[in-house]
């Protein structure tokens, strides 16, 4: 439960950052409604529009997952884990690496790719997820080792492992 409230204060703070930021954004474009708006504000409203919708999606993503009672706990606890490292390292990489192909599959994964792999696995009947259990359970793990070498790659400035990083994760999730 505190993990339930701990991510939606996290998706609600980093929310509220993003929406006192476009207001700034507004305020001072309606200062300088005389001045063309440049690319890099463009690019700055549509790094935070993606951002949005990432967390969007990762928040109809954990409820989505607190509604089900027979989805087992520990593989909510992996998923949380997953959506904590995304909520927390995508900002990071979308600010300091807006280019870099490490931050575009991160935002896929955390727009796309989880959602649709645990809802697909939600959306198969009680016997289906049975039989599906480990193939679904190695793909959660897998992304939550990605996760958490991401994490660790954007904590510690590897920028030489950006490109090897987001080569296997375009390899393994393309499609």
Do not use: C, W
Not at 8 to 20: L, N, P
Not at 81 to 87: F, G, S
Not at 92 to 104: D, N, S, V
Not at 134 to 150: A, G, P, V
């Amino acid at each position: 439960m505190t993990m339930i409230i701990a991510v939606i204060a996290i998706i609600a703070i980093i929310g509220f950052g993003i929406m006192m930021k476009n207001s700034k954004n507004k305020e001072a474009q309606s200062e300088s409604s005389k001045t063309p708006v440049s690319t890099t504000s463009k690019s700055e409203d549509s790094s935070q529009q993606e951002l949005t919708t990432m967390m969007d999606s990762l928040l109809s993503l954990n409820i989505l997952l607190r509604k089900d009672r027979d989805f087992p706990d520990q593989m909510i606890e992996t998923i949380e884990a997953i959506i904590d490292d995304l909520a927390m390292i995508t900002p990071a990489m979308i600010q300091r690496y807006p280019g870099e192909t490490l931050t575009y599959e991160l935002k896929k994964i955390g727009k796309e790719h989880l959602y649709k792999t645990v809802k697909e696995y939600l959306d198969l009947s009680l016997e289906s997820r049975k039989n599906q259990f480990i193939i679904f359970k190695k793909t959660i793990t897998d992304l939550h080792e990605i996760s958490n070498r991401s994490r660790d790659i954007v904590q510690k400035n590897e920028t030489a492992e950006f490109k090897t990083m987001a080569n296997f994760l375009a390899g393994k999730f393309a499609g």
